[in-house]
């Protein structure tokens, strides 16, 4: 288990701070612990967003097409026309 030894603080005004308390007394946690919760979900959240490319299905039909489409590889197909070094028994 890691310590915590690191600070966070806040400023709310009354009826969030009572909404706040309300509904840690609900799942049976600490303000502290259920604020240090919520705020770990949320950043979850953005974090794993952020890792994402979001896009309309029309575009993400055209970079499929143009990555399934080959490119002139002349070197590739130099190299394939020569005779194999190795033969297969």
């Known amino acids: 288990m890691t ?4 600070r966070v ?3 709310v ?13 609900r799942v049976n946690e600490s303000t ?3 604020v240090r919760n919520a705020a770990l979900d949320r950043a979850d959240r953005v974090l794993a967003l952020s890792s994402r490319t979001l896009m309309p299905a ?8 143009a990555l399934d489409v080959a490119d002139d590889a002349p070197n590739l197909e ?12």
Not at 3 to 6: A, L, S, V
């Open 58 to 65: 029309e575009q993400f039909d055209a970079l499929i097409h």
């Open 78 to 89: 130099k190299l394939a026309a020569e005779p194999r070094r190795f033969a297969r028994q």
């Open 13 to 25: 005004a009354p009826q969030s701070h009572e909404q706040i308390q309300a509904a840690a007394e």
């Open 3 to 6: 310590t915590k030894t690191e």
């Open 9 to 11: 603080e806040l400023r």
């Open 32 to 34: 502290s612990e259920f």
